[in-house]
């Protein structure tokens, strides 16, 4: 099972940006999909963004025009791309494979704040 580890979470200020990696021990197109979640503390886990492996993106609404998703198969990387930061965008994000069998990330904590 391809492996996915996600890292550069951080403290940020409003109005800040952050990239967010989500490394695959294995061939990213080994899914049809991969997406980023974030879960908030004492709420669900939402899906943020998503990538197909033809290259099609949807976003959920509260991130679309600041974040982006994106990947590099040369590296079996997918990104984040977080922009114009808000604190309601502080959680736990995490990377998610989907295929025959899902693979998670561990997840990396993002918290904005001033």
């Known amino acids: 099972q391809v492996q996915l580890v996600e890292s550069g979470g951080g403290l940020v200020q409003p109005g800040g940006s952050l990239r967010l990696s989500c490394a695959a021990s294995?061939?990213?197109?080994?899914?049809?999909?991969m997406g980023w979640y974030r879960q908030a503390p004492g709420k669900q886990r939402d899906l943020v963004a998503r990538?197909?492996?033809?290259?099609?993106?949807n976003y959920a609404d509260s991130v679309k025009g600041r974040f982006t998703i994106s990947r590099d198969s040369t590296k079996n990387t997918m990104y984040l791309q977080m922009n114009s930061l808000v604190p309601e965008d502080t959680a736990v994000y995490y990377c998610?494979?989907?295929?025959?069998?899902?693979?998670w990330g561990q997840g990396t904590q993002v918290t904005v704040s001033s």
């Open positions: 990538i197909t492996s033809g290259g099609s993106t």
């Open positions: 998610k494979g989907s295929g025959t069998l899902d693979s």
């Open positions: 294995g061939s990213i197109f080994t899914f049809y999909a």
